[in-house]
């Protein structure tokens, strides 16, 4: 992994929508990239979900990132604008963490970080889950859509590159969002390359 000096800050959210194992093979793909260094930050109930969803202490989750901020740190480097990142991406994104980013609402950390994010017009990716999706979860995710450099990048699951596997499914998923974010995974299938 590159030194501070000379990396490309890519932030991770994790919240406590279901999708824990997606923010795990996000953190796994970021590590595979030479010249990142990944800075998370985890709310609570993120931490509650993933004693449902991933095999293991969460602190294996920590673990797979250069830097774990704690969710109450709002004095931590991710939470000022001269901590210059490449941008955040929220995975998975819960509804109440939309709803804190879409009316700067920065009570937290991973909010704040967020919030910030915006502010120095970074791009942030939301992987946004719920489903069914409210008239109230619409507007907000309209309104996170409408501003510069923002993209919402629900899980959506594609078959077109012929995933064999959960982890391909994840894979790819989380190579979408990370595009997003100009991170260019190795392997990602895009339309008329696959096989």
């Known amino acids: 992994m590159a030194s501070r000096a000379d990396a490309r800050r890519i932030v991770v959210g994790v919240t406590g929508a279901s999708g824990t194992p997606l923010a ?61 990142t490449g941008g955040m991406i929220v995975v998975p994104c819960s509804m109440k963490t ?38 109230i979860h619409l507007q907000n995710l309209t309104r996170l859509a409408s501003l510069p450099g923002v993209s919402i990048c629900p899980p959506v699951l594609s078959y077109y590159h012929r995933p064999e596997s959960l982890e391909d499914m994840e894979r790819h998923i989380v190579a979408k ?10 392997g990602f299938a895009r339309w008329g390359e696959a096989s």
């Open 24 to 84: 795990a093979r996000c953190l796994r793909m970021l590590r595979e990239i030479d010249g990142i260094e990944v800075h998370l930050v985890a709310s609570e109930a993120a931490r509650t979900t993933a004693a449902y969803e991933f095999d293991g202490p969460f602190e294996d989750l920590t673990a797979l990132a250069d830097v774990c901020h704690d969710d109450a740190a709002l004095d931590a480097p991710i939470a000022s604008g001269t901590f210059e």
């Open 98 to 135: 939309a709803a804190g980013i879409a009316s700067g609402y920065s009570d937290s950390l991973l909010l704040r970080a967020a919030d910030v994010t915006v502010k120095e017009g970074r791009r942030l990716v939301l992987v946004a889950r719920e489903a069914p999706l409210s008239v």
């Open 177 to 186: 969002a990370l595009q997003q974010l100009g991170v260019d995974v190795e």
